[in-house]
């Protein structure tokens, strides 16, 4: 059965009736605005992610793994705020032809990384359209002297990351045929391109222990990198030594080289780079575990890779509108 | 110049570089999440509505309007819980040809709105895809003991609207040359669809005065009395006979029967629609100027058209999916 079949507000009564309604919750789906338990910390954090037919999933993809990666997508930048996510409204642009299956099934990924991270579905909006949009806002709570700022980087901080890099670009490979591959790498590999882990945990371990700086791996650790360097007014420079490749990098790399590509543009990895003051450091403790230093902080501007002595700007990786018009980029 | 020859940091640094810190705002666009001072009065206000090409604008239309009626839409639902607007995430997803003045004057139009009513853009997202789609969420706060909520109808509660109705369709069918007319009339329907204005002031003066059910008319009159209906378990009676029609309707009604079809179905009119005990209408006083009674709640369920003494079930109006792929149906 297609939507135009159904109709639309019996769609909205279908993926509004498993809601669940959380804790601080007063008034979820159903009235002009849900209405929400301000939070007692002092600030709210708001971000909102799209996820795009043809841009950020193939038709053929999983509807599923659609929804539940677009609100790892979110909870990740909550996470690198050093925040905790509450609740969530979400908006879909849907062809009439459109499965009614094909939307249960995205709601059933998105309910159930809700449900996982402890955020509440508390409305949203739904409209007919050419081709299929989903996207996400995301409310949540954070101590405001205690948050994670990009801005917040300073000359003398090491530069870590919270996890091995390039398995996320290498499980979408593997996804879309483009590189044939089995075996447990490549399940790791398709594991982390299908179900990230937002490091909620560790960004919250890592404010209560005295780090102020942080983002998320959405477009790549090159990226990111660029982007602390250029929001702190501050150098960073980026050891290839000591950058951590996945092992299943080795799938589909040939070389060294192309390795370290891997780790410094795969995108939606959701790991997190961070930077945290020496001392702060030795505190960290068990905090820190698989977290791995991989440069420095430095007065100047903007981003570097060190590469057998040799130092020069690191690329920046993708940007959206460059490749023409839906032009499937990370998927 | 396309917003593929700019680039999409380059694009991002264009539309946020305008935005003005409002009070409150802690982070605006930039890092991961926006931080912004939760609401003192207990409870948070979230909404969002989306608009899309083909479907809520043509091609055709002015980006600044655009822009301007999406934060209007997003207003007008905090206005109909009472609520005080606070801040705005905005989501565009643009073909990489899109011009850059394009997105500046939908910006533009989203920044005047959002001036006006006290509301500041902190945050975003952008994707590229096959055609335009621009989303707004917005939160806001409201004291949870005197929200308007459309459940909160009684039977004996008296039905009333806060203006004439039918001019957005109006406005709509003289600016998508449907209709040809010029004149007065004509130019305030014209200014009704093209910048409806958002009860804010008057919502906030009903919750006030005690009033606890209103919706605002995104839908047509018709569809938001069944809403308020069964959110309440009630019978919605309109009186026919009641109705307020704008003046503009006799450029494009032949009859009084059509010129009622365009005060009920009419949509995007962002007047409200309220129910209020008679007690409480009393003590309302001035608040009420311009509100017209038009019905009454009564025990049972559902809404009624109440015309030359027959009570008939009211029709809802237009719903998404039902017209095909993408076909314009509001514009």
Redesign the interface.
């Known amino acids: 059965m297609s939507?135009?079949d159904?109709?639309?507000?019996p769609?909205i009564a279908l993926l509004t009736a498993e809601l669940e309604k959380g804790p601080g919750v007063?008034?979820g789906p159903?009235?002009?605005?849900?209405?929400?338990?301000?939070?007692?910390?002092?600030?709210?954090?708001?971000?909102?992610?799209?996820s795009?037919e043809?841009?950020?999933f193939l038709p053929s993809a999983d509807p599923f793994d659609i929804g539940y990666k677009l609100m790892t997508a979110n909870i990740?930048?909550?996470a690198?705020?050093g925040?905790t996510p509450l609740?969530a409204?979400i908006?879909l642009?849907?062809?009439?032809?459109t499965k009614v299956s094909w939307v249960d099934l995205l709601y059933n990924g998105i309910r159930s990384c809700a449900r996982e991270y402890g955020v509440s579905v508390?409305?949203?909006?739904?409209?007919?359209?050419?081709?299929i949009?989903v996207?996400a806002?995301?409310?949540?709570?954070?101590d405001?002297n205690r948050?994670l700022?990009?801005?917040a980087a300073k000359p003398g901080d090491v530069v870590m990351v919270s996890g091995k890099l390039g398995a996320a670009q290498v499980g979408l490979e593997i996804h879309s045929g483009k590189v044939s591959a089995s075996g447990p790498l490549a399940q790791a590999a398709l594991c982390r391109h299908l179900r990230p882990v937002p490091r909620l945990d560790l960004a919250q371990s890592l404010a209560d222990a005295g780090c102020r700086s942080a983002?998320?791996i959405s477009d790549g650790l090159a990226s990111e990198a660029w982007e602390i360097a250029e929001?702190s007014g501050v150098a960073i420079c980026i050891d290839a030594s000591l950058m951590p490749v996945h092992p299943s990098v080795s799938l589909v790399a040939g070389n060294s080289e192309s390795a370290l590509a891997y780790a410094l543009y795969s995108g939606e990895e959701y790991e997190l780079v961070f930077t945290i003051p020496p001392s702060v450091l030795e505190a960290c403790g068990d905090v820190l575990e698989g977290c791995v230093r991989i440069g420095t902080v430095l007065a100047g501007r903007g981003a570097y890779l060190l590469s057998d002595g040799v130092t020069r700007p690191l690329g920046?990786g993708h940007?959206?509108?460059?490749?023409?018009?839906?032009?499937p980029?990370k998927e």
Chains 1, 2 share one sequence.
Do not use: W
């Not at 009235?31 to 992610?49: I, K």
């Not at 508390?122 to 081709?131: N, Q, R």
């Not at 806002?137 to 954070?142: D, I, R």
């Not at 940007?319 to 032009?327: E, L, Q, S």
């Open positions: 939507i135009k159904l109709g639309e507000f769609l007063l008034l159903g009235d002009d605005a849900a209405m929400v338990q301000s939070p007692a910390s002092g600030a709210t954090l708001l971000t909102c992610d799209v795009v043809g841009v950020h990740s930048d909550i690198a705020m925040g609740y409204l908006t642009v849907l062809p009439a032809a508390v409305g949203g909006d739904v409209s007919g359209g050419s081709s949009v996207s806002t995301l409310m949540g709570s954070v405001p948050a700022m990009r801005s983002n998320d929001a920046r940007v959206h509108f460059a490749d023409g018009d839906a032009t980029d």
